[in-house]
């Protein structure tokens, strides 16, 4: 605990991490949080993971008081990084108690009139935050703190328009911190328009390389299915993510798997809000080891202990690649990423090869039984990850 006591951070904060069992900052948290604290804008390269909520969250707490309104605007992509930005700050805060409230889609808007009226920090997506701004249900005007969180992702998801009119409606004279994995054109124009002189804070990634083994199977398409329930019921796993590109995809997935005796949960945003959130707190709480899920689950979320990653589909996108893999391998432990190859993925794995200076295995495929197939979809829809109904009627894979 010395390590935080020299960052500045005040004693009910420094009780709060000490309860956490956080022992030694990480190097993001050692590089930014002093600079924070001074009331600095800052430009931090973080993946998940990093420790990037309290080098943020830490510095919130101590510069806001209770009952002056919100003092801190948080901007996430995405519903379920919200809420579990919202439940580390009010983790953090347990000594100086703040009004911590998300908002986002999904639930019934006027449920979150009163918590914004109380509130002194707001943990949103941007979508549902300009929705409130237009209803004048949210009051900014006394915003010290803005957080763009997962900025590049928020960018890529088409909210630049809604993250500039959020912008525009803070006071002008106020600190601004992103955090993002990587920089884009779009990023550098938000960079330079509003944020004012920042501290530019480069990390070293959190995946430990030497601890992440990449592999790949080329299967022919009707066996790729039957490979995964083989890996799953033989390797010897803690936590895994298998990773599909589409919802139609995950729910395949997630479906057979069950029907095949394999207890997987599935998250994708076709889900209730309350759902996802259900299906997070299982993962969390290590009451579900499998989650089967898209690209919203990829970025943003803190699910430490995860030794395995399949990619039943390669993604479209080299960048969310590295952040799938990057889900394990961290903080000093092992992972293994696991890449099922049929004919549609060639042309995505050829891609990601080349944009990465990875070293990814070619494994033999072992003799497998062929798997039963309860929920199926016609190939073609399939292939092309196309939602249609499902059928229920057997047949073998």
């Not at 996430?76 to 009010?90: F, G, H, S, Y």
């Not at 199977?217 to 066996?223: C, E, T, W």
């Not at 990601?352 to 033999?364: A, G, P, R, S, Y």
């Amino acid at each position: 605990m010395k390590k935080f006591k020299e960052l500045g951070l005040i004693e009910p904060i420094l009780k709060a991490i000490e309860e956490e069992k956080f022992e030694e900052p990480t190097e993001v948290q050692e590089k930014s949080i002093p600079k924070i604290l001074d009331g600095k804008d800052i430009l931090a390269g973080s993946a998940t993971g990093s420790g990037k909520t309290l080098a943020f969250g830490a510095g919130i707490i101590q510069n806001s008081v209770k009952g002056e309104g919100i003092q801190a605007i948080i901007l996430t992509p995405t519903r379920e990084l919200a809420e579990q930005i919202k439940m580390a700050l009010k983790k953090f805060s347990k000594y100086k108690p703040l009004e911590i409230t998300a908002v986002y889609g999904g639930v019934p808007i006027d449920r979150q009139f009163r918590r914004l009226k109380e509130a002194d920090v707001v943990v949103g997506t941007p979508g549902r935050v300009l929705d409130h701004m237009q209803r004048n249900t949210i009051n900014l005007t006394n915003v010290k703190t803005l957080v763009l969180d997962e900025a590049d992702r928020m960018l890529d998801m088409g909210f630049i328009d809604d993250v500039e009119k959020i912008i525009r409606n803070t006071p002008r004279k106020r600190q601004t911190l992103l955090f993002s994995a990587t920089i884009s054109g779009m990023l550098e124009h938000i960079i330079k328009r509003y944020l004012v002189d920042p501290i530019k804070v480069d990390v070293e990634s959190y995946v430990d390389p030497s601890k992440l083994k990449q592999v790949y199977y080329d299967v022919p398409d009707n066996l790729k299915f039957s490979l995964l329930v083989h890996l799953l019921k033989k390797e010897d796993s803690g936590l895994v993510m298998v990773f599909c590109n589409t919802r139609s995809a995950t729910d395949f997935v997630v479906n057979n798997l069950q029907g095949n005796g394999i207890d997987a949960e599935a998250i994708h945003g076709g889900f209730a809000q309350a759902k996802r959130n259900k299906v997070m707190e299982k993962f969390h709480g290590e009451k579900a080891l499998i989650l089967v899920c898209t690209d919203v689950a990829a970025r943003g979320l803190d699910i430490p202990n995860v030794s395995h990653v399949y990619n039943f589909d390669l993604p479209d996108d080299n960048k969310d690649y590295i952040h799938r893999v990057g889900r394990t391998a961290r903080a000093g432990e092992e992972g293994i990423a696991v890449n099922i190859l049929g004919s549609r993925d060639h042309d995505a794995f050829g891609r990601i090869l080349q944009h990465h200076e990875i070293t990814v295995d070619k494994v033999h495929t072992p003799k497998i039984e062929r798997a039963n197939i309860t929920w199926r979809q016609p190939p073609k829809q399939f292939r092309k990850g196309i939602r249609s109904k499902w059928t229920t009627k057997k047949r073998k894979h």
